[in-house]
Structure formats: structure tokens, C-alpha cells
């Protein structure tokens, strides 16, 4: 009779992903939605705002701005202007939240309130020179300073990475196409990294080369971490530490995404999804996935309880995962 | 009754708990596909396997003969040395998840080494897919599906290439075998026609009467039988279709050319 209570109990084992202080259960329900009414094509980033709900950004125009609690109850949704909706950054300004929204189709990225109404656009960077037509122009990701200053990656364009004042006003241009340490091959996320408060630095994935790259403030490059088979999309600072959906692994493979924590030092410390992060005199080794949970996860959100909602690009229309640290 | 009593106090459980989120169960999860790489899936004498999955705990067995892989075919425990052409698959097993799928690659002894051999193109290869140049022709690596990817791909935008091969001493030769790619998707076709020449004598020559039919995606190795001889100097003209047919969108367009490999027997 004890076989059967036995097998009963092995079927409920929870399934814990990630290694070492990062570890994870998994509710691959969490966001889900009926797709009739709240339908997404690619869930591509998630933030979480001040009230501390959820927020999704998918390139469905009937509803492009997705809303829930922590819970995955859906509050409410917004936006149907926003055809190639990407990249999603959310800023307090005067007290307020603000999103500041890339989008891939309109070549542009839009600065909105909390509940959708448009404050400010930021055109294609005539003013750089480097682009003849705005359809050069494909801005991936934002970050903004302390100084209200914007920085706007062309992830999927030219490769620049434009520095504006609050304004809107053109300050900068650096980076550009190519292998060398200061250019980019898919310059697709960009953050601010706060960690060490008297130097903030720019951290910018270089998401086919499977680096992370930091520069000054003012576009000059200082270092580059090294996570070879790890496709990064966008960094993400929280607390200590830095998460990147890692959108492919291996060889670059169609469904082979997990997700990346890097420590204070940006070494890899956990790949839920993926192989144990093995560091072999200094350099990492080549990663991959080990478990089907993830297809292309493109962007990761860490709440204020230190758990992870994964949006995925091209994964059947799918909804947001939840991550729950153990 | 003892089990009974534990599914329904799980399912009061959740009942009552309807914020509460629901895991996912380890045993509902697949294990991903191992690393399985070669060192050279084309060799003279021996060609190196190795393995790698980077999940504790687990293990990769593997055959060499073609067969499926099962609970019962031999772990990996190192690489392995093959002296001879070969299937590999393998796939990875955990108790607590569902085993992978199964990755495969093919081995292939060749009959000569030519690296030694010179190698001159004309014309050389389009700006975007150089690969590692002509030489890359003779170096017994293939390209993978993933064109773009790695080095072993040499892209043309042109009607006919010709390759001058000098083996630099005379070899008794019967054929040569072309490497190329069809990605029609990617507006890539394979050739339409090769032809081999030596001392300005043609030695052999092929026709692909299919070239321009819709066909699935594959790595395309085209035999051409050649004059029983022996030989030092080769010349090899690869022909394109002059254009791409009609039922593709780029009709009316010169196709692209991908080459990684000549190969002499």
C-alpha cells in the first residue's frame, strides 16, 4: 500500500529552477488572460510601477499597455497606437510614474503618463547625422537619469545610442555597428546602473555578441562582461544584482531562452532555465538551456517581494510567467 | 482510500486558496536537447564527440550506430574517438523530468585530405558571407544549417564562380563532391550545373535538372564524376540558375550561391 502514496507524493514535487542565492517555483499561469478579449502577439517588456502593479507592454494594438496586480488579476488595459511596442521604461518625475515606451514600427519612442495620455515623442535622431531616413531608426530601449536625462538604444537599427536632455534636445550619439568593444551588433537594452551611487555608469547589452558592456554616462567605454551562449535582451538593476531574459542560448537556437542573474560584480550566478554557471579561470562557460520552461523570454520584471515575471517574445501568444523565490 | 483522502485535501486545499499560485510540477517539464558537437563532422582519421548538459544530476546516453536512443544505451562519460563515418545521437535523462528529444549529427571519413592544396576563387565572395576565404573550401569543416552563423560559409551573388584547385602533386581521382546549401526561403538555390576542367580538358560535368523546383531546406552534396585519372590541377565552374523561377517572390532575381566544401575521391 506505501508505493502508491509514494508515487502520489512524487508527482507533486515543485518544480525549482536557478542555482546558488537565486532560485525559483514557477507559475506558468500567472498572467494568463482570455485571449479573446485581452489578446498579445509578443509579450515584450513588464515593469512594476509605484503602487506596485504589474504592468505589461505587448505589440497588440487592441490593448498594448496590460495592467495586474502581483497576484495576476488584471486591473485594467490601455493603448492601441502603439504597433511595434517594445521597449518599456517606467521613471518617477515629480512624483509622478512615467512610461517611456520604444516603438519599433513608428521608428520613435513616446513618453507617457501612467494611464496612457501621450506627453512627449521623440522623433528619429535627424540631428545625429547618421540616419538618412527615419526607417533606419528602430529604438529598442530607454533608460533615464537622475538628471532627467534620456538615453535611447537602436537596438534594431543603426546601433547608436542617442543621449537627449529632458527636453528632447540632442546631446550625444556613440556606439554604431561592429565587433569592437565601444560598437554594438543588436545594442538591445540599456539601464542605468545605480548600484554604486556616487558613479553611476550605463550598462547596454550587445545581445548577439553575448555581452554586457558599461560606459561613462557620456558614452565612453569601460568594460565588458562576458556571458558567451547567453542572448541578453535588456538589463535590469535590483538590489545587488542584474536580471536579463536571455531570449536564445547555445548556438542561437529557436526556444532555448532562460533567464540571467549576474552578481555585484556582474558574474552569473543563476540561470533558472538554463546550465549551471561554471566559471573557469575568470571566463564563463558556454551556456545553454536544460529545461523546456522557457521558449524566448525578452524581458524580466523583479518585484519589491524579489520575484520574477518573464514576458516572452514568439511564444505562441503565451502571457506572462511568474517566478517565486525560494 | 489513503490516496483518495490526499487528492481531495489538495483540492480543498486550492479551492480555498484561489490567490494562491499553482506551481508547476517538476515531471510535467522536459529536459532541453544535450550539447553534442564534433570537432570536424568531415575526417580523414579519427573525428572527436563531446557532450555536455549543465543540469546536476542528469545524464546523456548516446549510440554511434544509428539506433534510437534509450534507457539502456551507454552513458556519456568523456569524449569519444570515431575512426569512422558515423551517426551520433544522444539525449539527456533526469529522474525528476521528462527526458530531451534527441540531438544528432553525422560523421563522415573522407577519402583525401586536401587542405594543402591552393585554392583560388573567382569571383571572391560577396562582402557579407566571406566565410574564412577560398581556403575555406579545403579545410574539412562544414557549415550548419545556420549559414549566417560561424565562418565555414562562403555566400556569391554571381552566375558562375570558378574555383582553381592546385593539389600541388597528381592524385588518382575519380570524383569530386561540391558542398552547397539550399535555403530557398533565404533565396538560396543549389547550382544548376558544375563542371570540371583540367588542363583546359573537360573532365566531368553535371546538371541539376531540379534546381529550380521547390525543395526543402538541406545541406546539398553534389557528386560530380570526373575521368578516371590522375591529376594536379582542377578547374571547377559552378553555374546558378539565371534567375529564380517564377513561383518564388524574388522571380526574375539572380539566386544567392552558398558553398563550404570541395571534397576529391
Redesign the interface.
Known amino acids: 500500500m506505501g508505493m502508491p502514496i509514494l508515487n502520489a507524493m512524487n508527482s507533486y514535487k515543485d518544480l525549482i529552477i536557478g542555482h546558488n542565492s537565486h532560485q525559483y517555483k514557477i507559475d506558468m499561469n500567472w498572467g494568463a488572460l482570455n485571449s479573446k478579449f485581452y489578446p498579445v502577439n509578443d509579450c515584450h517588456e513588464m515593469v512594476q510601477d509605484s503602487k506596485g502593479r504589474i504592468i505589461l507592454l505587448t505589440n497588440h494594438t487592441k490593448n498594448n499597455v496590460i495592467i495586474y496586480d502581483k497576484s495576476g488579476k488584471l486591473i485594467e488595459v490601455w493603448g492601441t497606437d502603439y504597433p511595434g511596442a517594445h521597449g518599456l521604461t517606467l521613471n518617477v518625475e515629480n512624483g509622478e510614474d512615467v512610461l517611456y515606451i520604444s516603438d519599433n514600427s513608428r521608428h520613435e519612442v513616446i513618453k507617457t503618463t501612467i494611464d496612457g495620455k501621450v506627453i512627449q515623442v521623440f522623433n528619429y535622431p535627424k540631428a545625429s547625422g547618421k540616419y538618412a531616413s527615419k526607417e533606419l531608426y528602430i529604438p529598442t530601449e530607454t533608460a533615464i537619469a537622475e538628471n532627467g536625462d534620456v538615453y535611447i538604444a537602436d537596438g534594431y537599427g543603426e546601433q547608436y545610442i542617442m543621449h537627449y536632455n529632458a527636453k528632447g534636445e540632442l546631446l550625444n550619439t556613440f556606439g554604431g555597428k561592429g565587433d569592437e568593444d565601444e560598437l554594438f551588433n543588436n545594442a538591445h537594452g540599456i539601464c542605468i546602473d545605480t548600484r554604486n551611487p556616487s558613479n553611476p555608469t550605463l550598462l547596454i547589452t550587445a545581445r548577439q555578441q553575448n555581452k554586457l558592456k558599461r560606459f561613462t554616462m557620456d558614452g565612453k567605454f569601460i568594460e565588458s562582461s562576458d556571458l558567451p551562449g547567453a542572448y541578453i535582451c535588456r538589463p535590469v538593476i535590483h538590489g545587488t544584482n542584474v536580471y536579463l531574459a536571455t531570449i536564445w542560448s547555445g548556438d542561437g537556437d529557436e526556444g532555448t531562452g532562460f533567464i540571467s542573474v549576474l552578481d555585484k560584480d556582474n558574474m552569473l550566478v543563476s540561470a533558472p532555465g538554463g546550465s549551471v554557471p561554471i566559471y573557469t579561470d575568470g571566463k564563463l562557460e558556454h551556456m545553454h538551456q536544460t529545461l523546456k520552461v522557457f521558449n524566448h523570454p525578452h524581458d524580466v520584471c523583479v518585484d519589491d517581494d524579489d520575484n520574477l515575471y518573464v514576458a516572452q517574445w514568439n511564444s505562441g501568444k503565451t502571457y506572462p510567467i511568474k517566478l517565486f523565490r525560494v | 482510500m489513503?490516496?483518495i483522502a490526499?487528492?481531495l485535501s489538495?483540492a480543498t486545499f486550492v479551492s480555498c486558496n484561489l490567490?494562491k499560485?499553482?506551481?508547476?510540477?517538476?515531471?510535467?517539464?522536459?529536459?532541453?536537447v544535450p550539447?553534442l558537437k564534433v570537432d570536424s563532422v568531415l575526417f580523414k582519421n579519427s573525428s572527436k564527440v563531446t557532450m555536455?548538459?549543465?543540469?546536476?544530476n542528469?545524464e546523456i546516453r548516446y549510440t554511434i550506430d544509428g539506433k534510437e536512443v534509450g534507457t539502456d544505451s551507454p552513458i556519456y562519460n568523456g569524449p569519444l574517438t570515431l575512426d569512422h563515418s558515423a551517426t551520433i545521437k544522444a539525449k539527456?535523462f533526469h529522474s525528476?523530468?521528462k527526458s530531451s528529444e534527441q540531438a544528432m549529427i553525422q560523421v563522415t571519413q573522407i577519402a583525401n585530405n586536401i587542405a594543402n592544396a591552393s585554392i583560388e576563387l573567382s569571383p571572391e565572395p560577396h562582402e557579407n558571407y566571406k566565410g574564412l576565404g577560398a581556403t575555406g573550401l579545403i579545410d574539412m569543416q562544414k557549415g550548419?544549417l545556420?549559414f549566417r552563423?560561424g565562418k565555414q560559409w562562403l555566400g556569391f551573388q554571381d552566375s558562375s564562380v570558378t574555383i582553381t584547385l592546385d593539389l600541388l602533386s597528381e592524385m588518382p581521382l575519380s570524383l569530386i563532391k561540391v558542398s552547397s546549401l539550399q535555403n530557398q526561403g533565404g533565396w538560396i538555390f543549389a547550382p544548376k550545373k558544375i563542371t570540371v576542367y583540367s588542363k583546359s580538358r573537360q573532365i566531368g560535368e553535371i546538371t541539376l535538372d531540379d534546381a529550380a523546383k521547390k525543395q526543402e531546406y538541406q545541406l546539398k552534396i553534389i557528386s560530380v564524376p570526373l575521368v578516371a585519372g590522375n591529376y594536379s590541377k582542377l578547374k571547377i565552374v559552378v553555374n546558378t540558375l539565371n534567375e529564380i523561377p517564377e513561383w518564388h517572390q524574388g522571380k526574375g532575381t539572380l539566386p544567392w550561391l552558398f558553398l563550404d566544401e570541395i571534397l576529391v575521391e
Do not use: C, K, T, W
Open positions: 489513503r490516496y490526499v487528492f489538495v490567490e499560485p499553482s506551481f508547476g510540477e517538476a515531471d510535467n517539464f522536459q529536459l532541453a550539447g555536455n548538459f549543465g543540469h546536476p542528469s539527456a525528476d523530468f550548419g545556420q552563423s
